[in-house]
């Protein structure tokens, strides 16, 4: 059993969790993540490390609440157990001693470039971030980064924080007034992901994606997490889950991210979910 | 006088056309009656071929001598002397390969049942018996055990039984390895596999599930950590794919993903359980071996109007178990022999329809089978909604990669010491699937046994000298 020692709402989707797991905190990497259930009858989810505690023995997960099983976790509160929390998974992102990085987070794709951007800050590397979101309430982690970040960079759908439109106008704009990144780094919805290679590409700009396709066992058991990368197969739980987004297949990921959807609704309607 | 009967006593079973709808076990089992009727036609043979045919060398006669007079209980304990898991050994086993394959009496006849005999005795001891408390004398030396399928927990229990101070280490949240995820209910029910796992934890068997060994931890500062000793039964968990095209369109499965939400999410109890499976109306698996016949008779009880088992070979090269086939066949699956996918037709990104080649039957190759070989021009198109992919397994990379010093084949599977399972790295042990490629429950368990044998020897000796 895992202890939940610390919960916290970042806003009115989006909670923090510090939980108490020994071997996940003593090894874990930026780039790596958990998977946990949240019950014991509970489906098992996959969740991006997004911040670690070595001495503490604690992983700090960052959520959204999109369906039954994250619903279900924001149903725990501090003190409370979760039965299965298991990791560290994935592999480490390759971060390299670059000159300057920009790095890009839709929404709660915040959470996991944060650790990314911190050990690249930590190493040496300049880094500017643009941050993404609904509207000013859906930017989360602005504090963290701005710490550490030479330029945050802001961009919501409604034009409360930042410019008016997405993160890939904000990308336009620095590309276009000459900005030179060796290497971007962009962690959001599938969407937001194909978006950005659709402009680095052309560029040819190192662009590195962390992919979110649906799992089960996270261990390279069950080929459920399939991607293709470059024409290969790989599996995203042992391969990934960064890859290089100049390479992947964003249609084919987006398809197969989207093949329960249906039981996913009636998966909610049948537990009497909100 | 023994029972000169040529058959075995007939064990009950669900009938096809009810089974292949609900998610019980196939097989009932004897009555105390059919088993010491059956019992009474083991010849007590002298030399017994029978306990030669057995991986792990159960004393058969022995045993079948005292169900024959009643007494379940002794037949137990000289069971479980040699055997941790009869239930699910009795079950699951090859035993026409096996013990039965060479047994006296399947010269002229069926051979003595000696598996449903097993499988009795160990579903009377687990109703039955009290349980007793074990007394074991601890010695303090801490041994890891990497996986929690049939090798690992065999090399725990022994190494418990003799005082060691074992872990186990289990990188999903329930023991038991493909007796929890891959061997569907209806074969071995679930409940079944964690009673005879709490019989190994009672020995004092220490467990840390969630922990994926070369990730959360690794060989090495295992050791750091004051173990003396690692066994490795990760088994053989990487899904092969054919490399076809239509691979990875939506309603594409490996029988592992498909079976792992099945058995071990309890997808078939959605949304009670809240993973979800597809299955449409025509299902496709490819594959002929046992794990092909579960996906197929599982994706019938999920509902599917129309299954079929697409194999290369014929119906003599199919790997599956006998039992199996039959089984599959009475349920209704059908059985699309020497025909090969070549390709997996999507519309919308879903799966629409197979196509394959037919094959023809050509000269034996190294294995012996004969060798399939493509038809020209015979391709034909079947619609399908769901395409299941049954083509075997091969050790998961992770403990080579993280293991400096550890021998694998080039094909992934660990080099070990036939006598000792001990690896290229020392103090480190092997067995099961991760060693052998996909095997079976009782080879995985016979590797156990033999390497904690050899990891009680090497300790005992190192601490004489
Ligand atoms: C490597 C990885 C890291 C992730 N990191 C984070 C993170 O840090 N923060 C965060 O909020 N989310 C993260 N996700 C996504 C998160 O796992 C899903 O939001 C969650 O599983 C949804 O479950 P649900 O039952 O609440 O929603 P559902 O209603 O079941 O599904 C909503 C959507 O979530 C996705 N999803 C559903 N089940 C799974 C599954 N088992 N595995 C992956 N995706 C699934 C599907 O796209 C689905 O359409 C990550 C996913 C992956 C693969
Ligand atoms: C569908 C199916 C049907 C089968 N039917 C039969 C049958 O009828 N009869 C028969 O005899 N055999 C059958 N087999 C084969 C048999 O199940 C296997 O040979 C046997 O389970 C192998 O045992 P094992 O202990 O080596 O490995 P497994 O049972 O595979 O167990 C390995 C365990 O190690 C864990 N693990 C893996 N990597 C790590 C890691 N890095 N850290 C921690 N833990 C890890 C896994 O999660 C798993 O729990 C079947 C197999 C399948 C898939
Ligand atoms: S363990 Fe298997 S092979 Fe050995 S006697 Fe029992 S059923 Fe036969
Ligand atoms: S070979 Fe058959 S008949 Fe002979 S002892 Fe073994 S089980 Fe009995
Ligand atoms: S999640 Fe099962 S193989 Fe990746």
Known sequence: MYKILKKEKLNEAVELMVVHAPFVA????????????????????????????????????????????????????????????????????????????LGIGGGVGAAPL??????????????DVILGGRSKEFIILDKEFEAICDKVYYATDDGTKGKKGFVTDVLNELLNE?????????????????AVVGITKPKNIKTAVSLNPIMIDGTGMCGGCRVTVGGETKFACVDGPDFDGLLVDFDECMRRQGMYKEEEHSCRIGLGGK | MPNMSLKKVTMPEQDPNVRNKNFNEVALGYTKEQAMEEATRCLNCKHKPCVSGCPVNVPIPEFIKEVAAGNFEKAYELITSENNLPAICGRVCPQENQCEGVCVRGIKGEPVGIGRLERFVADYHMQHAEKKSVQITKNGI???????????LTCAGDLAKLGYDVTIFEALHALGGVLMYGIPEFRLPKALVEKEIETIVDLGVKINKNVVVGRSITIDELFEEGYKAVFVGSGAGLPKFMGIEGESLNGVYAANEFLTRVNLMKAYDFPNNPTPVKVGKKVAVIGGGNVAMDAARTAKRLGAEEVYIIYRR?????????????????????????ANPK????????????????????????????????????????????????????????????????????WGGIIVEEETMHTSKQNVYAGGDVVTGAATVILAMGAGKKAAKAIHEKIQSTMNA
């Not at chain 1, 000459?178 to 194909?194: N, S, T």
Request: with cysteine; proline share 7%.
């Open chain 1, 178 to 194: 000459g900005k030179e990144y060796d290497e971007i780094i962009a962690i959001g919805p599938l969407v937001m992901m194909k």
């Open chain 1, 114 to 127: 944060y650790p990314q951007i911190r050990k690249l800050h930590e190493m040496g590397v300049a880094v």
């Open chain 2, 343 to 410: 390709k997996i037709h999507g519309e919308n990104g879903w799966v629409k329809a197979i196509e394959c080649v037919e094959m023809a039957l050509g000269e034996p190759d190294e294995s012996g089978r004969r060798r399939p070989v493509e038809v020209e021009g015979s391709n034909f198109i079947m619609d399908m909604d769901t395409v299941i992919i049954a083509i075997g397994q091969s050790p998961n990379p992770l403990i080579r990669q993280t293991t400096p010093g550890l021998d694998t084949h080039k």
């Open chain 2, 142 to 152: 801490k041994i890891a055990v990497v996986g929690g399928g049939p090798a690992g």
């Open chain 1, 26 to 101: 003593r090894s874990c990497q930026p780039g790596q993540f958990i998977i946990l259930r949240a019950d014991e009858k509970g489906e098992r989810i996959p969740l991006t490390i997004a911040d670690y505690d070595r001495e503490k023995e604690t992983v700090t997960i960052i959520y959204q609440i999109v369906g039954y099983s994250t619903q279900l976790l924001s149903s725990k509160q501090e003190g409370d157990t979760i039965p299965d929390f298991v990791g560290p998974l994935g592999k480490p992102s390759d971060l390299k001693k670059h000159k300057r990085v």
């Open chain 2, 314 to 338: 014929g119906e003599e090269e199919l790997p599956a178990r006998k039992e199996e086939i039959h089984h599959a066949k009475e349920e209704g699956i059908i059985f699309k022999l020497l």
